[in-house]
Structures are given as structure tokens and as C-alpha cells.
């Protein structure tokens, strides 16, 4: 069965420094990734999701991730913290045949806080 | 595109009573939606998958009489909480699985559910 480590449950970063969210995956197979935001008291938004090919994924409001196999890792970065970049980031990965679409297993969170 | 909306976004109850909760998928066809669960600052538990059409394949350790789930359509499922008790009070998130977009799940809002 297919595991997600996020080691780090709370990070403090200052607005305007850089960010990384570490991420480690289990899975026999290629795994399919996906970071995903939750704001309090909302639904999860996808950031970026890695299926094949370019192991560096862009996502939407300037952040990235990289594959790395070697690794198990899928760590989520940004070069610039925004204070409205602050939430819970949740890594996942996708089982079967259809990655996505298949069951996803959550990793616990990482709570997000900017500080001004 | 891919916007998925819960209803309500908040309910509370009476012990003993029933809730329905509804998840559309507004802009495209689901033919698989997913219903989570998510107790305070911890991270997404599947509870089921819902397909279009058929009965709804549900994660172990849920109870499938407590927690009835209808896909009569291919925008809409429906959860519907039975006897609700209060330990039942939780986040429920649903999402939607979308094809030819790269297999990804999209979520919806989420719905507070509060049982007295």
C-alpha cells in the first residue's frame, strides 16, 4: 500500500524568503504526485501534480516541485513566500492504473505560517 | 474549469436525525467522485468512492448503512449521515474525478457538519 511522509507539521517562514515542503512517497510503482492547498475551513485547491516525464513541475501561484526517485521524494518549493501563501499544503499520491483517478492517500499536512 | 461545489456548506443536527450532503460537479462530467473525511488539523480519510451508475465501494472501517451514498448522475453525488450522532461531527469533502485533464481529483469546498 502506498504511504506519504510529510515530516514537517508547522514551518515559519518570513514573507519574501524561500520555502520548501518536504514530502517522501511509498509505492511499488511510478507514483502519481499532487501538492494541494487548504485554506481554514475550505476545500483543498491543486497546486501541481506529477504524472511522467519532466521530473521539475510548475504549479499555479509560483510554486514548483521535483521528482526525485532516487529520493522518494517530491518536495514543494517557492522563491518567494507571499503572506497569503499561508495554509495547510497536503502531498498525495495517487494508486493504480489511472493514478489520479484511483485512490489518493494523504500525507498529514504542513501548516504554512508567514510571517510579515 | 474543473469547479466542484458542496451543499451545505455548513448543517448542524440533532442526535438521531439524518443529513444529506450534495456534491455537483459544475463545469464537466464526473463518472467517479470521492468522499473524505477530515478531523480537526489532520489530514483527508477516504471513506468511499462513488461511481456513476453503480454502488459506492467504501474504505474499511466505514459503515456503509451509516453513510449512504447515491451517483445517480454524472454531476451529482449525494452523502447522506443516518441516526447522526455526535461523533459523526466532522469536515466532509468530495471530489470529483475528472478524465482526459490528466485523471486528477478535484475537490469541493467542503461541509461543517455539527451534531448536537
Known amino acids: 500500500a502506498q504511504s506519504v511522509t510529510q515530516p514537517d507539521i508547522h514551518i515559519t517562514v518570513s514573507e519574501g524568503a524561500s520555502l520548501e515542503l518536504r514530502c517522501n512517497y511509498s509505492y511499488g510503482a511510478t507514483p502519481y504526485l499532487f501538492w494541494y492547498v487548504q485554506s481554514p475551513g475550505q476545500g483543498l485547491q491543486l497546486l501541481l501534480k506529477?504524472?511522467?516525464?519532466?521530473?521539475l513541475v510548475q504549479g499555479i501561484k509560483g510554486f514548483e516541485a521535483e521528482f526525485k526517485r532516487s529520493q522518494s521524494s517530491f518536495n514543494l518549493r517557492k522563491p518567494s513566500v507571499h503572506w497569503s501563501d499561508a495554509a495547510e499544503y497536503f502531498c498525495?499520491?495517487?494508486?493504480?492504473?489511472?493514478?489520479?483517478?484511483?485512490?489518493?492517500?494523504f500525507g498529514t499536512g504542513t501548516q504554512l505560517k508567514v510571517e510579515l | 474549469g474543473a469547479v466542484v461545489s458542496q451543499h451545505p456548506s455548513r448543517v448542524i443536527c440533532k442526535s438521531g436525525t439524518s443529513v444529506k450532503i450534495e456534491c455537483r460537479s459544475l463545469d464537466f462530467q464526473a463518472t467517479t467522485m470521492f468522499w473524505y473525511r477530515q478531523f480537526p488539523k489532520q489530514s483527508l480519510m477516504l471513506m468511499a468512492t462513488?461511481?456513476?451508475?453503480?454502488?459506492?465501494?467504501?474504505e474499511q472501517g466505514v459503515e456503509k448503512d451509516k453513510f449512504l451514498i447515491n451517483h445517480a448522475s454524472l454531476t451529482l453525488s449525494t452523502l447522506t449521515v443516518t441516526s447522526a450522532h455526535p461523533e459523526d461531527s466532522s469536515f466532509y469533502i468530495c471530489?470529483?474525478?475528472?478524465?482526459?485533464?490528466?485523471?486528477?481529483?478535484?475537490f469541493g469546498p467542503g461541509t461543517r457538519l455539527t451534531v448536537l
Open positions: 471530489s470529483a474525478r475528472v478524465l482526459g485533464l490528466g485523471d486528477t481529483q478535484y
Open positions: 506529477y504524472f511522467s516525464g519532466d521530473t
Open positions: 462513488s461511481n456513476e451508475g453503480s454502488k459506492a465501494t467504501y
Open positions: 498525495a499520491v495517487g494508486a493504480g492504473l489511472t493514478g489520479g483517478g484511483n485512490k489518493l492517500t
